[in-house]
């Protein structure tokens, strides 16, 4: 079971990038998905989850009320939404299956004026 994370880039400070996390080979839709991300001075930190009942969210306190997690089924993707992107924002993020212990490649993320 592996995930691609895809969509990072270089934004400046208060904008907006859209990361997906695409599964090949299986279904995502009844899984339960998180983004984590990691950086040289935090430790890795779990952003978002969506869970596989009824698609509950969870997000950590310092990304709450600017990311938004989702999932398409018909694409078999989950998208993490990135809005008004802070400087501490900047990490590689990772999108991973909670049942399952492997990690993909992540997509770096860098938020510079």
């Known amino acids: 079971v592996q995930l691609q994370a895809s969509g990072g880039g270089l934004v400046q400070p208060g904008g907006s990038l859209r990361l997906s996390c695409a599964a090949s080979?299986?279904?995502?839709?009844?899984?339960?998905i998180a983004w984590f991300r990691r950086s040289p001075e935090k430790v890795r930190e779990e952003v978002s989850c969506?869970?596989?009942?009824?698609?509950?969210?969870y997000y950590a306190d310092s990304v709450k009320g600017r990311f938004t997690i989702s999932r398409d089924n018909a694409k078999n993707t989950v998208y993490l939404q990135m809005n008004t992107l802070k400087p501490e924002d900047t990490a590689v993020y990772y999108c991973?299956?909670?049942?399952?212990?492997?990690w993909g490649h992540g997509t770096q993320v860098t938020v510079s004026s």
């Open positions: 969506i869970t596989d009942t009824f698609s509950g969210t």
């Open positions: 991973k299956a909670l049942a399952f212990p492997s």
């Open positions: 080979g299986f279904s995502l839709g009844h899984l339960s």
